[in-house]
């Protein structure tokens, strides 16, 4: 062999190697998008208004994706109740990228666990738009675009 042959069969031979790495690297990509891997397919998918107790994996699964979570309780006959819980869920879809809302029965109450595990209880606090998003910012990690022009 002289020295053109062996320098184009090289090329060649690198050639096939750059395309099998290519169409190797497309398939392992495929295959993640896919089936993805044994912890993505686990994952817990919580919604962003809930009108019963979330289970311990579901409240974890909420924390762990930077998400704050709303917990309201309050007695199925009170009426009164009816307005601010209509406005805590609107609250809560407005908001669903930073936070979840678990409804249930019980005395009326209403903390904010954030994701860094710290309880506000904010039961006594004025339920308002404007009141609830200050405790979101201040409180989470994963914060609405609203935050930039709230005083804190």
Do not use: H, W
């Amino acid at each position: 062999m002289d020295k053109k042959s062996k320098q184009r069969a090289f090329a060649v031979f690198i050639g096939i190697i750059m395309l099998t790495s290519t169409a190797g690297f497309a398939l392992f990509s495929s295959v993640n998008r896919l089936g993805g891997s044994p912890q993505q397919q686990n994952t817990v998918q919580v919604p962003a208004v809930v009108g019963r107790p979330l289970s311990g994996e579901e409240v974890l699964a909420v924390l762990q994706s930077g998400k704050a979570l709303m917990q309201y309780q309050y007695p199925k006959d009170c009426t009164s109740c009816m307005s601010e819980k209509a406005l805590l869920e609107s609250f809560t879809l407005k908001y669903s990228g930073s936070l979840v809302l678990e409804e249930t029965d019980g005395n009326r109450s209403l903390e904010l666990t954030t994701a860094s595990g710290q309880i506000l209880n904010i039961t006594n606090a004025t339920v308002s738009e404007d009141g609830l998003l200050k405790f979101l910012c201040v409180s989470t990690a994963i914060q609405p675009k609203d935050c930039v022009f709230v005083d804190y």
